[in-house]
């Protein structure tokens, strides 16, 4: 007799407890229960890649629990215990991990368990595969730790977590290190979201271009605008210039400030005859970049904000105030074969794996 | 011999005096010279309609100035006085009116003087306009404030501003009068921008679709979809989804917490048969409706985020978190020809203009 299954909700609202009726991110406890549902997927856990801010986070408490000096390495032995039982702990009451303090989670590394008939995506059992969703959305259970790696906040375990239908993963490739794998995929909604916007023949500027996003982004825009387009690179550091320089990926670089407006106003109006970029797309880690960007863009172009630092009221208001006929896209880190787009950047360009692998593997 | 004049930078960064380099809004200080540059437009204006928030505060100020308590009526002559004498003394400093406090400005209306013979828009001396540039951006000088009517944030001057060659600028119509127009054009971004992204036989929802902009942003919507779709309203309010009822601006009508992203997912898959929103416009005013709007749109589909309330990482992050490829567009309160689009609405529907004279004119 084939197994029953109970049918599942696509964003997993069928494994909510507390308080009933909202999304399992933001909920405080979700069923951990690893009987899948119809439409999950079980994963045996090899690695938790904790949020870099979280682990700090749970590594400082973990000292003033212990009532000893902050300034203690995270190596420690009695802060290593200590973090381990938070993190057992956070899993334990709530069933998935988001920090209690900094409300983020982190992703995880494992092998896929068991399919639910009607889950629908690509996986089959023995696939090593990365989840994309949040940790503090994603139903954890815990056996033990067996090993935590605080310097780049990993911590092995003995457990299982559940993907729901709508949960994002990435198949981690044969033929790129796994570190490696991660790093790209870290970002993985940029390149992908280029290659959607922009066209043969298009002037694009990336702002931010220097930095790792911005390297995998000026990529794809060059393969897409083509020999008749033109890509600018344009950031804030001489070294990061010189980075994206040294793996060929733009047609013009440019240092300048992108919080000011008007210096990129300039420079980019200087390197296009006036006619400023058809598509902007922004990556910036740092406030008030949202009028160079609108400014770099000419009237029915495109403003893509990538960065989490943009304000939201800055861009509306800033594009009002100078009168400026932009659509201006918010970067979703999603959108469809984006983790396959972005591993593929590290097959075809050996000057990007290279950089990638001496920088972040 | 024709008169000669200066060139203008068509942001006006010309006329930055203090700091020397950034744009005229966040300038501490521009030159109010009313001599214009050779793409400048010059205004006498009428009507100074000082952003609320701001207007608020100034009289707050002057209350305290006035060393009065702060119940005391906007509209006492003492405090009528003092908020005068504030507002001059904002723009003789600084030459605008950018509210020290609050840093924001308002608008303005008054008649064309002088045109200079490179301004790219269409006025002509005597025209009757509003300014829909912010005055915190504007080159004011102010002869004197002839009258004030607090209740409505209305200053009465005899003066003059300085419109840029990218300042934005509606003609006032002969047939609507002036504060319904006013009213109208206020919001006149939204629904310009919902006449651009509809399509027929699209399935759109108006979340926050009772209020002013809702209602524009509805009636606009249905008459791009056409008979073949379907435009759902979605206000928190029952008495603001009669009202939008009352002028018949949608197919569907449905009262939903819009912070409620479990409900207003379930409410909207219902309506659809489970296909969900091809486009979704948001212009609530509370914080925390990203979700639901992501939630209620399709894969592929558009979500339109027009509430300065919007948050760019719940937006960005939310959409990643639940795997969701829509495109997020952040509105702008300009796009080509918006106020005469909106201006239309008010000739095409005779619901829409009683209710608006009748609420806000």
Redesign the interface.
Known sequence: MAKEFKKGDP?G?HRVLEPK???P?PADKVDNDMEIYDNEVKIDIKTLNIDSASFTEIARQAKIQLGIDESTPNTDPKVVEQTKAIIMNIVETTGKHKNPWTGSGGMLVGTVAEVGPNFKGDLKVGDKVAT???LS?TPLKLEKITDIRPEIDQVDVVGQAILFE???YAVLPEDIPENLALSALDVA?APAQAAKICRPGQTVVVMGGGGKSGILICYMAKKMVGVTGKVICVDGFQRSVDRAKSVNVADEYVVADAS????V?NKISELTDGKLADVTINVVNIPNTE?GSI?ATH?DGMVY?FS?A????K???G??????????????????GHAAVTLEILRESKAIRELFTELYA
Request: glycine share 14%.
């Open positions: 964003y609202i009726g909202v999304l991110q994309l969703v949040s959305l709508t949960g994002l909604g000011n407006a008007v210096e106003y009028m400014l009237d904000f989490m943009t304000s939201f009221t861009a509306a208001l594009a009002e105030g100078v009168g400026k006929d932009v659509d201006m896209l918010m970067g979703n880190g999603y959108t469809k």
